[in-house]
């Protein structure tokens, strides 16, 4: 065969046929590459006949209209779909009707001014159209004319009498009561999404089985009936790293004791069956999932992935699947249970910010994947992408490329399922918070995919629809009153920051990347319209990055190359030096740079400096506003370093209360507070 088809279906599905790196260079996707990428959006192009086949099908103009369509607010809506008559039944209730306008093959309705889902039929075709507000709710929306501040933790890292050795959300509540105290607006946690109950050993916050369900682990214990189990997760709770199999199993023991309890109470049941029916369809998907991959992980031959169950239990509709619910009822009740308590404890903890005075309260954080063996793959597999896995072209921190081992969603799986997993995600994950960071924010554009099997450098950028995700973002972030945030580092697609900034969406400006070649940037100079931060979970700490504590861990674990640790470590004194230049020309500090192991005043110079930012809001890291040397993730690392593992010292309520600590937080606020830096 030719590649020539290939690359024509290609190009029309939105795969790039070839792609520039970080020197501008210019790189062609092998055939093999592109016919795989295609192959898992059920674009076949084994053969020229196949492509030719593939491209004739998706050009194929349709016999229905998509089950959703996004348009602008007070703006024409345009249906890619032929039709005479439209019949609007808004959200409010009001109806009206008329002709269309053709154009082409789309159709031309009237604009819709109110924000919201709508009902509209196209002749005798249903389907909704998702009106998007003209930005996101954002920073001067919570509160005007102020530039805001919060803190960002690792909410496993919390402590708190009776966690059980994992921090949780009754820890979160405390901690949220305390920053509120010191002035922060807003608390950012790690990502909460579910994991595997039946498998503890995975535990990356970024590596979910699903979004939109919760890690019960968070769950507090405080309403669980007294139990000899109690005394086993006091041991966990000493520890300095999270046991997460071993605290895992003892909390499981717990909370079944808590299940059966509950079983017995009249009000309980109920609770547990509203809270069920009001999850629906997603929620007993989920629980089922959870009963199943305990089910197949007890066999002698344990199976893990469910793409590997016997074939009958693949399909969450399939009548086995249904036949294995009715028989093990009380397992997926159990599994219904843990969300529903895991819930209630998240709620509680934006409630509690609220009410202690924070205008934005929780931000969530919003994993750019999930496992492809996990509970949202398997119940939404048509909008999956299966067989790819997402990650990161070759670049300056990974010559060979990424590979995350996360599966995203199919462009046009969403597309034919009217974004039914994209809007039930965004949802979830604004259900208990004022705000959502969106991890690898250029996902909403195009996604580097790796075919299974295949090297990290063996990709392709696979185009998503933004201008729809984005307006459904804005929806959501309207409808929930909620700021959202988007990771824009690394490598950004050309005009895609100024098109987050147009929809209200928040970028992130990390102290270590706001600088040229020879200094860093005054904080002046920041961009307003942006989340400033000290560091983030995958970079080195401030006291860390000064101290060299990242350079140590990377000399240990052999991370170097031919070259080794000294011109890493010469290149880090001479940016010491042009830190603390920029920070003394800011008025952050003065005199001489302190030692590496002065870590309280690198930390107070680090978020003075900051905190003068122009950005609307500061995010600081727990671990910067203790000054603390230890990262909680180092890239490129699985077990070789404690990531997702080191917990605080001290309790949540607590934390903030030591001089040194306060003090640094009593100057961040008060720099936020006063009338933006011109320097």
Known sequence: MT??????????AGVAVRWNDVFGRSHDVSAETLRSVLGALEMPAETDKQAAESLERLRTPPSAPPPLVTAEAGHAVVVPFQARNYHYALEDGRVFEGQ?????????????????????????????????????????????GRRLWGLAVQLYALRRAGDGGIGDFGGLAQFAGAAAR?????????????????????????APSSRTMLNVLHAPLDAAPPSPAHASLAGFEALDLVDWPGATRA???????????????????EALRAFRAAGGEALESHATFEALHAHFLALAQPIWNWREWPAEFRDPAAQAVKTFAAQNAGAVRFHAFLQYVADAGLGRAQVAARAAGMPIGLISDLAVGTAAGGSHCWSRQSEMLLGLSIGAPPDLLSRDGQDWGLAAFSPFGLAQHGFRAFIEMLQAALRHAGGVRIDHGMGLNRLWVVPEGSKSSEGAYLAFPEQDLLRLVRLESQRHQAIVLAEDLGTVPEGFQQRLQSAGVFGMRVLAF????DSFSAPAAWEPQAAAMTSTHDLPTVAGWWAGRDLDW???LGLFGADGIEPEREARAADRDR???????SGAATGEPPGAAEREAVANAAVLHTALSASE????????????????NLPGTLDQHPNWRRRLPGAAGQLLETPAVAARLATLNQARRAPRNTR
Do not use: N
């Open 3 to 12: 590649d020539a088809p290939t690359e024509a279906l290609a190009r029309a």
């Open 100 to 144: 269309t306008q053709l154009d082409g093959g789309r159709c031309v309705l009237p604009a819709i001014i109110e924000p919201g889902y709508h009902r509209v039929h196209l002749d005798d075709k249903l389907l909704t159209v998702a009106v998007a507000p003209a930005r996101c709710y954002t920073v001067q929306d919570a509160e005007p």
């Open 182 to 206: 010191h002035g922060a607006s807003a608390i950012a946690i790690s990502p909460v999404h579910s994991q595997f109950t039946a498998d503890p050993a995975r535990f990356s916050p970024y």
């Open 251 to 269: 909390r499981l023991v717990v909370l079944r004791e808590w299940f059966a309890k509950a079983e017995q109470d009249p009000a309980s049941v």
């Open 514 to 517: 706001e600088r040229t070649e």
């Open 554 to 556: 990377r000399e240990r």
């Open 579 to 585: 830190l603390w230049a920029a920070f003394r020309r």
């Open 617 to 632: 809001l500061f995010m600081l890291p727990l671990e910067d506003a203790l000054a603390a040397t230890e990262q909680p």
